[in-house]
Nanobody, 110 residues
Framework: QADLAESGGGSVQAGGSLRLSCAAS????????MAWFRQAPGKEREGVAA???????NYAESVKGRFTISKDYAKNILYLQMSSLKSEDTAMYYC????WGQGIQVNVSS
């Protein structure tokens, strides 16, 4: 069973940046597909970005060119670098790898 712990959320003004981290344990980290999801109030949870075991990444159209997903294999940490943030990026962000993290809030004010 995966143990996933997100950090790095908070409040930022539109146009700003944040980096989310997800410390992972209990999984075959180097062989795992990992992803970030988000859920805004009143909306369904949606995929934001994913990274395969070979390092191939995929992004939702709404974040392409602004967000970057990456893995630190030495530290077993998944990152989501978010830049040029918009108010519509406000949501609870979740790390996923066969299981869910507890989520972390990101608020972007315009």
């Amino acid at each position: 069973q995966a143990d996933l712990a997100e950090s790095g959320g908070g409040s930022v003004q539109a146009g700003g940046s944040l980096r989310l981290s997800c410390a992972a344990s209990g999984i075959a980290y180097s062989r795992s597909c990992m992803a970030w999801f988000r859920q805004a109030p009143g909306k369904e949870r949606e995929g934001v970005a994913a990274i395969d075991s070979d390092g191939t990444s995929n992004y939702a159209e709404s974040v392409k060119g602004r967000f970057t997903i990456s893995k630190d294999y030495a530290k077993n940490i998944l990152y989501l670098q978010m830049s040029s943030l918009k108010s519509e990026d406000t949501a609870m962000y979740y790390c996923a790898a066969g299981d869910w993290g507890q989520g972390i809030q990101v608020n972007v004010s315009s």
